[in-house]
């Protein structure tokens, strides 16, 4: 494919710049000059209530991140030593962590190979009477079938916690992802939909889960004797600056995902002509495609995803490898937190699954080089 677009050694197309706008920066500077910059301004509620209208959830917490956000919520229904909680294999390691930390077990399912979310068909072969929660995790671009979760789960008292981080602003039937879960968490990490540079939020229509988040994200603080604290909490707070931001943000999110949607649709057109790779399409049977990343997946097993990114980067463009699995963490081998089981799609994702630039102000130019370069390649 021929492209106009010539990038010399000073030009380079990074996998994701955030987007922040004028007007963005307009109201974080409103509050800066406010002088109203901690985590107890005005800013942080008001986020709160909007995001929690736009989920179309009671009740939010505003945290310092995303995997802050499943840390409390995890403590919040109660996990603990002995108990087990369901998670994808293939996912970000704050899934993990959040089981760990509180001295539980996490019992990792492998995923599907072509939505790259976990294999459904085998969440009843892995629930025991020791199993608490579910980490409902929506990876790289799909949502997960959450009526057919909720079918699998009924009359069982399985907490459904889903974490809808990288998926904010798509629908699932009509409704928001991250409104399905008993609890459910976000991040709003500098690459997502909405950024506030760190931070993220954990949404509930449980008023005794809403308190409890909010009491653990702020060092759990005594009601009577304030230094007197009640139990064991973090200082997980965003601040005013950072909340100010997220209402610039949240104001556009519809024309964010449907950007993001552009550009994926865009790649996918070109890219998926090549039968030496695969890429997800833009809708499947259930779920429209977000794209917050452009995932591809070499199919020939002698060329490692590692390898081409190191040469698409000597041509100027980012890309960036896929979540490595659970069970092949070299930490949780040391700690021998799995036992030795294989999950072959996530092992085989780990080592052939990357992605490509997917930001907002990507041009066609820009994505006519990196489709040509990568159809080079492979």
Request: charged residues 25%.
């Amino acid at each position: 494919m021929k492209t106009k677009l010539k990038l010399n050694k000073k030009k380079f197309i990074p996998v994701s710049i955030p987007h922040v706008s004028n007007k963005d920066i307009g109201i974080v500077n409103k509050v800066l000059k406010k002088g109203w910059i901690s985590s107890d301004g005005p800013e942080v509620k008001l986020f709160e209530k909007k995001f929690s209208k736009f989920i179309n959830m009671k009740y939010s917490v505003s945290v310092a991140n995303g995997t802050a956000a499943l840390e409390i919520a995890m403590k919040a229904i109660d996990v603990g030593p002995g108990d087990e909680v369901i998670i994808p294999n293939f996912t970000i390691i704050s899934n993990a962590l959040s089981v760990i930390k509180l001295g539980a077990t996490p019992v990792p399912i492998d995923c599907d190979l072509k939505n790259w979310n976990m294999n459904i068909q085998k969440i009843k072969s892995k629930i025991s009477h020791k199993t608490k929660a579910i980490i409902v995790t929506h990876i790289y671009g799909y949502s997960n079938p959450m009526d057919e979760i909720k079918k699998i789960l009924r009359n069982r008292k399985i907490v459904i916690v889903e974490d809808a981080a990288e998926v904010i602003g798509l629908k699932y039937k009509n409704k928001m992802c991250g409104s399905f879960g008993d609890i459910s968490t976000f991040s709003f990490y500098a690459n997502k939909q909405l950024t506030t540079g760190e931070g993220g939020m954990i949404s509930t229509n449980n008023k005794k889960l809403y308190d409890s988040c909010k009491t653990l994200r702020n060092l759990c603080f005594g009601k009577k004797q304030r230094f007197n604290h009640d139990d064991i909490g973090w200082n997980y707070r965003i601040t005013n600056i950072q909340a100010a931001l997220g209402l610039g943000q949240l104001e556009r999110l519809n024309s964010v995902v449907k950007r993001k949607m552009e550009i994926g649709n865009y790649y996918f057109q070109r890219l998926s002509q090549n039968k030496n790779i695969y890429i997800t399409p833009p809708k499947i049977s259930y779920s429209k495609n977000i794209y917050w990343v452009v995932g591809i997946v070499i199919k020939n097993k002698k060329i490692l995803a590692s390898k081409i990114i190191k040469k698409l980067g000597s041509f100027g463009i980012g890309a960036r490898p896929f979540f490595w699995p659970m069970h092949e963490q070299d930490i949780f081998k040391k700690m021998k937190i799995f036992p030795k089981k294989k999950y072959p799609n996530s092992s085989y994702l780990g080592r052939y699954g990357f992605y490509i630039p997917s930001f907002l102000k990507i041009s066609n130019s820009e994505m006519n080089y990196i489709i040509s370069k990568i159809n080079k390649l492979l």
